[in-house]
């Protein structure tokens, strides 16, 4: 028996170690899967490996281009000498129209029609200022002739020379002489029209930037996953822009046809399927399943689970903006105050407007937080004719989504929130007229904004009341673009906590954040119960025993 | 205790010893990272406790196939077969007795391991509450798999909050089994045995035929 013990002791602890071992050769074997490359990014890589763009025609060479200009509208008819189609097509997109291509233009959908926002509202009355983002010449107001093929504005985005600018406030058009914008300071210079012309090819990030990265008038405004940082990004701010690796220009994923650029237009998503490459090789590659595949992450990685829930820009995009700040606020109604009768603008610590006479109060931030919704690609925006609820924070845009609809993806946004002005009888939104001379009614001239709505809503051909006050509003942006490396994805806890990032989002249960609480507290009595009941039990046993011993 | 003599007797095989701490350790970290993982605290991180849950519960799944082929092929199951012999004998001792210093109204023997009480909780315990545990555990484990097996009508929630409510039940028996193993001849006679196989036990104890794990009736050979 003495003899068998050693033994008995010995093989339990040798069953124990072995239970050890094997744990640690399977976690071990984890860690050796770990070199090999995720079959997204393997994907993702083979998809966009050895590209070399070729042409065949050198435009410095053209002799029509050799000729002298005056004015863009020249350039163009230059242009369509050759590329006889281009204008026509060019016409029936939305970077011309600006209206929603999917709706009967009579409804004016889109930022050219009666599409709010809520950071200078709408377009109708301010054209000019407006309009220098327009790939077109001479939007001035609405009676611009939008089948006049030498109005559109080639150069804008085919020029390569970086030097052709539209003046900010000038509908669309160049200056004739070098001429100071005083909203910024700088100063426009007449293109070089026979070096901007020869210069054109397949547009750059610089081409689409010099619009969207400077959306609402100024860099970051708008967008807080697109601004002036994107010009040459490092890997750290997007992997797949970053000079220092993918190099992405913006139409690799936004691939293009017949001029069409894939993407989202209003309600309509970029792409209603989530097909990759290998399912479909003219799929555009708008989406990340194009090149990733919808199982990316290595095979066993609980993330792969999560495609069908969760986008990937959720956990990829942990914060926007984070190296230029980004607009979050606007509020309108403080507008108008003026120092010793003048008005005056105010710098915030990041360097940003604080307040601007003109245009009432700014927040900028940095580095932000999205905020997250379900979301199928859709996105839904007031119009000026939309009845509203003044007495909650008004959406003049938001996601179409649901948890239920299986296109339908937890999405991070940019939620830019503001007070605008609407009308207290008719409850629409206003259009202001913001920029113009002085006796035409425009708020930046005259500093009334009876004056400005009455303007601005005529131009319209909508009514007004007269009677006006201020409403807080919200307006989104999807986080798309920023892509971070892999290593700054967001960790499971992120989410997966009981005040996590989806904390807003209900209706499902998520591990980590749900609890039932009836449970929770029922469970805890009895682990507790049985604590003190044992506890008591040994007392007793103590007491007892050393009653014996006496 | 006094005037009895006490002999070692081999109780718990090795398979069963195995069992009882691979089980051990399974369920402990399974405690530790379900409730981290249900944001009770922090102390792996989510991933890591998911993943180290995920781990153990798969694992134990395996294994508790194996404890059921064991429990078959040896009889073992007999030992856990419910009886009411005995029952108030056993709570009176456990509420009075033991208190008094008197003998175990059942003493263990290799045919006769588990009391009255005993059998009934490690019987509700290994085909109830771990089975519910490992079901829900599976079905929780292969959520994105539901709408594959036809499974969608499911409620994740209805599914974790059961499982939640076991795992209370297990923390639960682990506080009162970690106690009731101090009630051996002396405090650690009981764990000594779990590791070694062998039990001090008063010498003498007659095992009655109903708590024998297997009825032995002599045939007649024809």
Not at chain 2, 149 to 163: C, E, F, N
Request: aromatic share 12%; glycine share 8%.
């Amino acid at each position: 028996m003495k003899n068998g013990m050693p033994i008995a002791i010995g093989l339990p602890a040798r069953a124990l170690c072995l239970v050890v071992c094997l744990a640690t050769i399977s976690f071990a074997q984890v860690e050796v899967l770990d070199e090999n490359q995720a079959p997204g990014r393997a994907l993702a890589q083979q998809a966009t490996k050895g590209r070399e763009i070729w042409i065949t025609a050198d435009h410095s060479k053209h002799p029509v281009l050799q000729n002298e200009f005056q004015s863009g509208p020249e350039v163009t008819a230059a242009c369509l000498s050759c590329h006889e189609l281009a204008a026509g097509q060019f016409q029936k997109t939305i970077h011309w129209t600006w209206l929603d291509p999917n709706v009967e233009p009579e409804l004016k959908v889109g930022k050219g029609g009666l599409t709010m926002n809520n950071f200078c509202v709408n377009i109708q009355s301010n054209e000019p200022r407006c309009t220098s983002c327009h790939a077109g010449y001479g939007w001035r107001d609405k009676h611009f002739d939008f089948s006049n093929p030498h109005a559109v504005d080639c150069l804008i985005c085919h020029e390569q020379t970086g030097t052709y600018k539209k003046f900010p406030t000038a509908a669309g058009f160049t200056v004739d002489k070098p001429t100071v914008f005083k909203g910024n300071g700088k100063t426009y210079n007449p293109p070089d029209w026979n070096a901007v012309a020869q210069s054109v090819g397949r547009p750059t990030r610089r081409n689409c930037g010099t619009c969207h990265f400077f959306g609402g008038g100024g860099d970051g405004v708008k967008h807080g996953d697109m601004d002036s940082s994107l010009m040459k990004p490092n890997k750290e701010l997007d992997v797949h822009m970053g000079i220092d690796g993918q190099n992405f220009d913006c139409v690799r994923c936004h691939t293009t046809s017949v001029h069409h650029i894939a993407g989202r237009i209003y309600s309509t998503p970029a792409a209603t399927e989530r097909k990759s490459l290998i399912e479909d090789d003219l799929t555009p590659k708008i989406l990340c399943e194009s090149c990733h595949s919808r199982t990316p992450h290595k095979p066993g990685v609980k993330a792969n689970d999560h495609t069908d829930k969760v986008a990937c820009q959720s956990c990829h995009i942990a914060h926007f903006a984070r190296v230029n700040p980004t607009k979050m606020w606007w509020d309108w109604s403080s507008a108008g105050k003026k120092k010793d009768g003048k008005p005056y603008k105010v710098k915030d610590d990041l360097g940003k407007p604080a307040y601007d006479t003109k245009k009432g109060d700014f927040r900028w931030a940095r580095n932000v937080q999205p905020e997250y919704f379900w979301f199928n690609g859709a996105i839904n925006t007031l119009t000026a004719l939309d009845p509203i609820d003044p007495s909650k924070e008004v959406a003049v845009s938001w996601p179409v989504g649901d948890m239920n609809d299986p296109n339908s993806r937890i999405f991070p946004f940019k939620v830019h929130r503001g007070k605008q002005g609407y009308d207290k009888v008719n409850k629409t939104l206003l259009i202001p007229h913001l920029f113009g001379k002085k006796g035409t009614g425009a708020y930046w001239a005259e500093y009334d904004w009876k004056r400005s709505f009455d303007s601005g809503m005529e131009y319209a051909g909508l009514p007004f009341s007269g009677e006006f006050d201020w409403v807080e509003t919200s307006y989104v942006f999807p986080t798309t673009h920023m892509v971070a490396p892999k290593e700054k994805a967001l960790p499971c806890s992120e989410c997966h906590s009981r005040n996590g990032r989806l904390a807003n989002l209900t209706g499902f249960y998520m591990p980590g954040r749900d609890v039932n609480t009836v449970v929770r507290i029922l469970g805890w009595i009895a682990v507790l119960g049985s604590l003190a009941g044992v506890f008591i039990h040994g007392l007793g046993r103590f007491i007892a025993a050393g009653r014996k011993e006496k | 205790m006094i005037g009895k003599r006490m002999i070692n007797i081999y109780l718990y095989t090795r398979y069963e010893r195995f069992w009882h701490w691979l089980q051990t350790i399974l369920i402990v970290l399974l405690l530790i990272t379900g409730f981290e993982t249900n944001g009770m605290f922090k102390l792996f991180g989510f991933k890591a406790a998911a993943e180290i849950h995920n781990f153990c519960g798969i694992t134990w799944l395996i294994a508790f196939a194996f404890f059921v082929f064991w429990l078959f092929t040896t009889g073992e199951f007999k030992q856990y077969a419910p009886t009411t012999r005995k029952m108030f004998e056993v709570i009176r001792y456990y509420a009075y007795g033991i208190f008094r210093g008197e003998s175990h109204p059942v003493p263990k023997r290799r045919d006769a391991k588990h009391n009255p009480l005993q059998r009934i909780v490690y019987l509700s315990l290994a085909a109830m509450l771990l089975p519910v545990q490992m079901v829900t555990g599976f079905l929780f484990w292969s959520y994105n798999s539901w709408a594959q097996w036809g499974l969608d009508w499911l409620s994740l929630y209805v599914v974790a909050t059961i499982h939640l409510a076991g795992a209370f039940a297990v923390l639960s028996f682990l506080v009162v089994h970690l106690y009731m193993i101090t009630t051996g001849h002396s405090i650690f006679a009981h764990t000594r045995a779990m590791i070694t196989g062998w039990e001090l036990v008063e010498e003498g104890t007659e095992i009655e035929e109903w708590e024998q794990k297997e009825r032995k009736t002599p045939q007649p050979v024809s």
